[in-house]
C-alpha cells in the first residue's frame, strides 16, 4: 500500500511518534516541517535563523518560507512511491499551496488522518519529550523512557529537550494550532479527505487504528 497522507494534530498529539512507525510500515518518505526547520537552526543557515525567531516564540513560520521548502521537498525522489506530511500543511494558505504544487507534480492527497488528544494528555506528552540529537528518535521519561536516562537506545545519541517544549511556549502552541490549523479539518472535511483518530492509548493501537483507516478508504 502506498499513499500521499497528511498527519495533522495539535502538539504532542504523536505525528512524529506516529509518522515514524507508519513510514516503515508503507515504507514511505516522512517529511517533518519542525525537524527541518531545526536541522537548519543547528546549521545556523539564513532559514534556520529566520525560522528561530517565531519558534521560539511558538509562533508558525510565515508562509512563504514554509511553502518554498515544501515545494521542494516533494521534488525529492525518496517521494515518489509516496509521502507522510508531518506538520505541513498547518494554515489555510498553506493547503492551498500544496493543492497547487500536487497539481504541477501530477500528485493528489488520498488522506489526512488528524489525530485527537485531550489539552492535558498533550501538556504531559510534551512536558516529558526527549528527542536523541543524532536520529531524533522520540521518548518521554514517563511514558516512554530510554533504557539508560539521557541516552539514545537506538544510537547511543544524546537526547535533548526542545527549547519550545516550555510550559509557557506549549500553551502558545496549543493557541496557535486552535486558531491557525483547526480550520484545515473543516477544508479537508469538506473534501472528503479527512479522517479522525483517537490519539490515546498505546502508540502501537493508533498506529492500527491508522492503518484499518486507510486500508478502508484505499
Ligand atoms: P513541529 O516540530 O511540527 O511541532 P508540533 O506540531 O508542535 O508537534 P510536535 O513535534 O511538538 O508533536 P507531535 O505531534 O509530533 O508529537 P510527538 O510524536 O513528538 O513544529 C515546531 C515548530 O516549527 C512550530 O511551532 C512552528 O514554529 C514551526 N513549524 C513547523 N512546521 C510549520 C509549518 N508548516 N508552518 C509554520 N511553522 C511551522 O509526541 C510528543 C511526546 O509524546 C513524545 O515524548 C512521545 O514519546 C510521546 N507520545 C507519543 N505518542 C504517545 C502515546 N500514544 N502515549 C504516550 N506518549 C506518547
Redesign the pocket.
Known amino acids: 500500500m502506498h499513499v500521499n497522507l497528511i498527519?495533522m494534530?495539535?502538539?504532542?498529539?504523536?505525528?512524529?511518534?506516529?509518522?515514524?512507525l507508519l513510514g516503515d510500515r508503507l515504507k514511505e518518505a516522512c517529511i517533518?516541517?519542525?525537524?527541518?526547520?531545526?536541522e537548519e537552526v543547528r546549521r545556523k543557515s539564513p532559514l534556520g535563523t529566520e525560522?528561530k525567531r517565531?519558534?521560539d516564540?511558538?509562533?508558525?513560520?510565515?508562509?512563504d518560507?514554509?511553502i518554498g521548502?515544501?515545494e521542494d521537498r516533494l521534488r525529492q525522489p525518496d517521494c515518489d512511491p509516496g509521502f507522510i506530511l508531518?506538520?505541513?500543511?498547518?494554515?489555510v494558505p498553506?493547503a492551498e499551496a500544496l493543492d497547487r504544487a500536487l497539481r504541477t507534480l501530477g500528485r493528489r492527497l488520498d488522506v489526512v488522518v488528524s489525530?485527537a488528544?485531550p489539552n492535558e494528555?498533550?501538556i504531559?506528552?510534551?512536558s516529558?519529550?526527549?528527542?536523541c540529537r543524532e536520529c531524533g528518535a522520540?521518548?518521554?521519561?514517563?511514558?516512554?523512557p530510554p533504557t539508560n536516562a539521557g541516552i539514545c537506545n537506538k544510537c547511543n545519541g544524546d537526547l535533548y529537550q526542545?527549547d519550545?517544549?516550555q510550559e509557557d511556549?506549549?500553551v502558545s502552541?496549543l493557541e496557535?494550532?486552535t486558531r491557525?490549523?483547526a480550520p484545515l479539518l473543516q477544508y479537508y472535511r469538506a473534501r472528503n479527505l479527512l479522517a479522525e483518530i483517537d490519539?490515546?492509548?498505546?502508540?502501537e493501537?493508533?498506529l492500527a487504528r491508522i492503518v484499518e483507516r486507510l486500508e478502508n478508504r484505499l
Open positions: 498527519l494534530g495539535p502538539p504532542g498529539a504523536g505525528k512524529g511518534t506516529q509518522s515514524a517533518s516541517t519542525g525537524n527541518i526547520l531545526r525560522a517565531h519558534m516564540k511558538g509562533e508558525l513560520v510565515p508562509d518560507v514554509m521548502v515544501i508531518d506538520g505541513f500543511p498547518r494554515t498553506q489525530l488528544v494528555e498533550l504531559k506528552r510534551l516529558g519529550r526527549r528527542t522520540l521518548y518521554h521519561i514517563i511514558f516512554d526542545r519550545d517544549d511556549i506549549i502552541r496557535v494550532y491557525e490549523t490519539g490515546t492509548g498505546g502508540r493501537d493508533i
